[in-house]
């Protein structure tokens, strides 16, 4: 079983400011293609999850600039670069390399 | 647009099974891999089994494989998740999402369209 980890579970915010935060895989998500199988998501509160970021660093259709996704193999980082008001909710990594079972991680509950 | 409309609200007593739909609009469904999650209260998501909308291969969690079943019809555009011998830790938010790419993509692209959620109540 691959373990998610993530950090901090919960970081306070400034608007215009940036945020970064951190995901840690048990194993390695590095595809033999060349690509890490590691997806972002937010889910706000009372909704349904978004996908933000997919194979660790593309930009999901519709997603403003200012999210972007970097790491390799084991470390993940989700970074932020003007945090806006709307962007609170909880972030989960998701590890989609050694299904059949995908895998998420505890959150990192972004608050203002 | 994509749209992936679930079932209601449901509650069932402990021992009980339980079946959830999705119905699935504005897209070929069966040209897309569906996913079947779900959320316990402040609980992470968890990733409970998948099915390719056009062949019907199915995948599950091993958490699950022994106490679930996914079936799709192709002509109702729904996917259905089927819980057996519910106990009150299956008490969750239930989601069904759509694969970003299609089934035969060279690489995923994440889940990138979910349903509203449905609650599952577990009490006796």
């Known amino acids: 079983e691959i373990v998610m980890t993530q950090s901090p579970l919960s970081l306070p915010v400034t608007p215009g400011e940036p945020a970064s935060f951190s995901c840690r895989s048990s194993?390695?998500?590095?595809?033999?293609?060349?690509?890490?199988?590691l997806d972002w998501y937010l889910q706000k509160p009372g909704q349904s999850p978004q996908l933000l970021i997919y194979l660790a660093s593309n930009r999901a259709p519709g997603v403003p600039d200012r999210f972007s996704g970097s790491g390799s193999g084991t470390e993940f980082t989700l970074t932020i670069n003007r945090v806006e008001a709307e962007d609170v909710g909880t972030y989960y990594c998701m590890q989609a390399l050694h299904t059949p079972r995908f895998s998420f991680g505890p959150g990192t509950k972004v608050e203002i | 647009q994509v749209q992936l409309v679930q079932s209601g609200t449901a509650m069932k007593r402990p021992g009980a099974s339980v079946r959830l739909s999705c119905k699935a609009s504005g897209y070929f469904f069966a040209d897309y891999t569906l996913h079947w999650l779900r959320q316990a209260p402040g609980q992470r998501l968890e990733w409970v089994g998948w099915i390719n909308a056009g062949n019907g291969n199915t995948k599950f969690s091993e958490r699950f494989q022994d106490r679930v079943s996914i079936t799709g019809d192709t002509h109702a555009t729904t996917v259905y998740l089927e819980v057996r011998g519910l106990r009150s830790e299956d008490t969750a938010v239930y989601f069904c999402a759509r694969e970003t790419a299609v089934v035969m993509a060279p690489t995923p692209m994440g889940i990138g369209y979910w349903g509203q959620g449905t609650l599952v109540t577990v009490s006796s």
């Open positions: 194993q390695s998500l590095l595809h033999r293609n060349g690509y890490n199988y």
